[in-house]
Nanobody
Framework: QVQLVESGGGLVQAGGSLRLSCAAS????????MGWFRQAPGKEREFVAR???????????YYADSVKGRFTISRDNAKNTIYLQMNSLKAEDTAVYLC????????????????WGRGTQVTVSS
């Protein structure tokens, strides 16, 4: 089992920045692919970014086109924590952001993630 707890959400003006954190506990974190997803009211959960377990991987990070160039995902294995730095935020980024984990390889498919946090609300005012 992996337990995930997100933090860092809040209210920010368009063009601003936020940094989300996700602290993991439980089984080993090192071999786990971690991802960020988001869900807006009335919409399906969508992929935002994911990070592989090894920096050696040529496919270490991957982003949704909608956030590429604005968001950066990173991980600190010593702290069992991943981060999502969000810059140039837009009103359409408003959603609950959820951290997730999978041992089934690099993926952007929400169905392949087995462990989920409860989410943190991000609201961007225009």
């Amino acid at each position: 089992q992996v337990q995930l707890v997100e933090s860092g959400g809040g209210l920010v003006q368009a063009g601003g920045s936020l940094r989300l954190s996700c602290a993991a506990s439980g089984r080993t974190f090192l071999n786990t692919v971690m991802g960020w997803f988001r869900q807006a009211p009335g919409k399906e959960r969508e992929f935002v970014a994911r990070i592989s377990w090894s920096a050696i991987s040529t496919d270490y990070t991957y982003y949704a086109d909608s956030v590429k160039g604005r968001f950066t995902i990173s991980r600190d294995n010593a702290k069992n924590t991943i981060y999502l730095q969000m810059n140039s935020l837009k009103a359409e980024d408003t959603a609950v952001y959820l951290c997730a984990a999978t041992n089934r390889g690099n993926s952007a498919n929400v169905a392949l993630y087995d462990y989920w946090g409860r989410g943190t609300q991000v609201t961007v005012s225009s």
